[in-house]
């Protein structure tokens, strides 16, 4: 879980982020949810763009991606939705907050 403060640090981090994804009517499926695992293992913090005709709205989507990636759901902006998880790589100049 995040404290207030290192949500912050990482909602900054993430404003100069481009979308690496979109979320449409498709929904989440298990590709999308593989992709944006490797997503994470890679870069720790992603950014996702919902587009208008999702069937749920960004914060269900946020929290049900953040279930299911074993992530935590940093922040939903309007229609995006930002995602930590600490990456399990040794060589990897990891986010400090």
Do not use: W
Request: glycine share 6%; with cysteine.
């Amino acid at each position: 879980m995040l404290t207030s403060k290192q949500r912050s640090n990482l909602k900054s981090i993430a404003a100069n982020l481009q979308p690496i994804s979109q979320l449409g009517k498709g929904g989440v499926g298990e590709n999308m949810v593989k992709s944006l695992s490797d997503a994470l293992e890679a870069h720790e913090l992603i950014k996702i763009n919902v587009l208008a005709n999702a069937a749920d709205d960004a914060k269900e989507l946020g929290a049900l991606l953040a279930e299911k990636l074993n992530a935590d759901c940093v922040a939903v902006i309007g229609h995006k939705i930002i995602l930590y998880r600490r990456s399990s790589r040794k060589d990897f100049d990891h986010i400090v907050f």
